[in-house]
């Protein structure tokens, strides 16, 4: 059964850092790409960091530069490095596997094969 638990999220002030988890077990997590995605209230899903197997990280514009997304394979962890965190970053942090689109077209869950049940991220002074 394919699990992914993300952990981490809680509330922090403008330019101080979180670092995210996610615990994954059911599949071989090397084999995939995997995703961190997000969404704040009243907005769309967007894309916040991917991982090739690899190991290569990809950002959007937005987070580049202050977000790092790394694997541990012998551990079957994904994390996320979240510094100099704003305000707009405030939102449901959630991993995800098999994504259906292309990196950077715009997703909904339905475009991801499995996620998590997300964890929350307040920015906020």
């Known amino acids: 059964q394919v699990q992914l638990v993300e952990s981490g999220g809680g509330l922090v002030r403008p330019g101080e850092s979180l670092t995210l988890s996610c615990a994954i077990s059911?599949?071989?997590?090397?084999?995939?790409?995997m995703y961190w995605i997000r969404q704040a209230p009243g907005k769309e899903l967007e894309w916040v960091s991917g991982?090739?197997?690899?190991?290569?990280?990809h950002y959007p514009d937005s987070v580049k530069g202050r977000f790092t997304i790394s694997r541990d394979r012998s551990e079957n962890i994904l994390y996320l490095q979240m510094n100099n965190l704003r305000s707009e970053d405030t939102a449901v942090y959630y991993c995800?596997?098999?994504?259906?689109?292309?990196?950077?077209?715009?997703?909904?869950?339905?475009?991801?094969?499995?996620w998590g049940q997300g964890t929350q991220v307040t920015v906020s002074s």
């Open positions: 991982i090739s197997t690899a190991g290569i990280g």
């Open positions: 059911g599949f071989p997590f090397r084999r995939f790409w």
């Open positions: 995800a596997r098999d994504a259906k689109k292309n990196w950077g077209a715009p997703v909904t869950f339905r475009d991801f094969g499995s």
